[in-house]
């Protein structure tokens, strides 16, 4: 059999496979199968979105990275015989309604208030032309590095350059229609006020939210009351006037001819709107995807203007792009909390994924994140320890350099080096760097109480005893001192022995009192690594009472 015959053979198991899969991607794509049944078109359009009223936030990656599966997944499912494209479009030329309050003097900016965000100076510096040509770059960077295969497209552009022409004069032309499907969805007082066009004020340049006063859909052109007070007349073409939200979702679909595009639930009852507009203009509405909101660490909505929640660039501060991708794949209509806590758990969670993927078969294999995270490729690692334990011996180490992380990982794992183990090593330096700024300032020893002291030293005559190179009897001595303690005896299960069990009570009380957090890998994982005697002299200054001092 031939190499392309081979190809060919896996594809078409890939595809027969993909038909059933359960996975939410392939949900998707196979909507878009579906779709080009009933409406034939030799190239498949994925568009996403993007309001660059502030930096771009997680939530603006996660549209681009789950497209992106859903991209992959249609070509597993057709077999790569029909091109597709991925559009990202920045509605820049939007007003800026309210200055953002994470930008540097926001005061500064107050005279461009409803001015395009194309013609907003920007606050950051950097030479960019304005705030949405900076906001624009921020995003297309992070997209750029993560290696996305996308097209970006400006709505300054598009309506300047005459893209959006013909379907503006579609709008002018079903003006009525238009007002006949947005009028229902507002109040009275903004019925009386209401129009699909926003005039650019010739006078101030400002995107004006006013009654129009006539449409002429023969010339094309609107008239409305500018805010010198003087009427004037404007073709609707050329960058003259820009569409209101709503009707700019619709009309952008039919103009471009999109095919997917998913959104926040934030726009779930919208979407009825944005399809009518788009079957006036003559389009036919995408395939949706409607996603859960991301919620900052107190559940409250994340936004680009209040800067609450996780930017780009921390979490790569601190983690893979690999890793925030696996955080978009899982659960995408579940609303999730996205702060700094869920990104160790996040990057262990995507090395497991990729341990596991081997020794996978093909269907299990369609089912695993980082086929989806990889476009079907994914690298072969082998991690010998998990990121929640270098976290953690970082945290006892009070290290500040990843070459004291890696004394203790060499420790662990004989054999391993920077050199030998790249991965390892850039996850020493996002664990050193998490610990510095997220873990160290949060510390919280205690004194232990009577009943932990005494525990304490039975683990430390306990540890005494154990062979430093085994794992198991490092683990099972801090069980067997667990189990002794009747406040930390569970009697729902049974040690190997048949008395009782450990709690977790008893591990948690072990990284207050020796690490000042909350929880943390397998114990006896985190003693072999750190090493017996380091432990000791770490049971011996919590004993001492010198940890809760130093702390306070």
């Known amino acids: 059999m031939t190499a392309t015959a081979q190809v060919e053979d896996v594809a078409a198991e890939l595809r027969e496979l993909a038909e059933t899969a359960g996975a939410w991607p392939f949900e998707e794509a196979r909507k878009i199968v579906e779709r080009l049944k009933r409406k034939p078109k030799a190239e498949v359009l994925f568009e996403t979105g993007y309001g660059p009223s502030g930096l771009p936030h997680i939530g603006t990656f996660g549209e681009v990275a789950r497209t992106t599966m859903v991209r992959h997944a249609f070509h597993v499912l057709t077999e790569g015989k029909i091109p597709t494209r991925l559009l990202c479009f920045s509605d820049d030329m939007d007003g800026m309604r309210k200055i953002p309050e994470n930008v540097p003097d926001p005061v500064a900016l107050k005279p461009y208030l409803q001015m395009p965000l194309t013609k907003v100076p920007n606050p950051f510096g950097g030479g960019y032309e304005s705030f949405g040509h900076h906001n624009n770059a921020m995003l297309r960077r992070f997209l750029d590095t993560f290696g996305f295969d996308y097209e970006f497209a400006s709505a300054t552009d598009y309506y300047f350059s005459g893209k959006l022409d013909p379907i503006l004069l579609k709008a002018a032309a079903h003006y009525e229609a238009i007002m006949e499907v947005m009028l229902p969805t507002l109040g009275e007082e903004r019925q009386a006020t209401y129009s699909p066009f926003l005039p650019i004020s010739p006078t101030s340049g400002r995107v004006l939210y006013v009654p129009l006063k006539a449409v002429d859909a023969t010339a094309g052109t609107i008239t409305f009351t500018d805010e010198d007070g003087v009427d004037k007349t404007v073709p609707v073409t ?130 695993n994140p980082v086929w989806h995270i990889h476009s079907g490729n994914p690298p072969v690692e082998e991690l010998p320890l998990t990121f929640g334990l270098m976290l953690k011996l970082a945290s006892a180490a009070n290290a500040e350099d990843k070459a004291v992380l890696w004394r203790f990982i060499e420790r662990y794992a004989p054999g391993t080096s920077p050199e030998t183990h790249p991965t390892l090593d850039q996850l020493a330096g996002y664990a050193v760097r998490y610990f510095i700024d997220r873990v160290k300032p949060r510390r919280a020893y205690r004194l232990p109480d ?56 008893w591990f948690s009380a072990l990284y207050e009192l020796l690490l000042g957090e909350k929880e943390g890998p397998r114990f006896g994982s985190f003693v072999a690594a750190y090493g017996i005697p380091e432990t000791r002299a770490l049971i011996a200054r919590a004993l001492a009472g010198e940890l809760a001092k130093g702390a306070a």
């Not at 005559?461 to 569970?490: C, F, H, K, M, S």
């Open 238 to 367: 050329g960058g003259n006037v820009k569409l209101q939200w709503k009707p700019d979702f619709g009309a952008r679909w039919a103009a471009l001819d999109v095919d997917f595009e998913m959104f926040g639930k934030d726009h779930q009852t919208n979407a009825p709107i944005y399809d009518a507009i788009c079957n006036i203009l003559g389009g036919v509405a995408p395939e949706h995807f409607v996603y859960e909101l991301f919620l900052d660490e107190n559940g409250q909505k994340i936004s680009k203007s209040k800067g609450n929640g996780l930017t780009i660039d921390e979490w790569l501060t601190y983690a893979s792009p690999e890793s925030l991708a696996l955080y978009m794949f899982q659960s995408p209509r579940s609303a999730k909390k996205l702060h700094f806590d869920v990104i160790p758990k996040a990057v262990d969670e995507y090395f497991n994924f990729l341990a596991r993927y081997p020794q996978q078969d093909w269907k299990t294999r369609l089912g």
């Open 450 to 505: 009577e009943v932990e002291a005494s525990a304490l030293a039975a683990l430390d005559a306990a540890l005494a005893q154990v062979d430093g190179e085994d794992r198991d009897a490092i683990q099972n001595a801090v069980l067997d001192v667990g189990r002794a303690e009747p406040r930390y005896q569970d009697h729902k299960r049974k040690s190997p022995t048949g008395g009782p069990g450990v709690t977790f009570a």
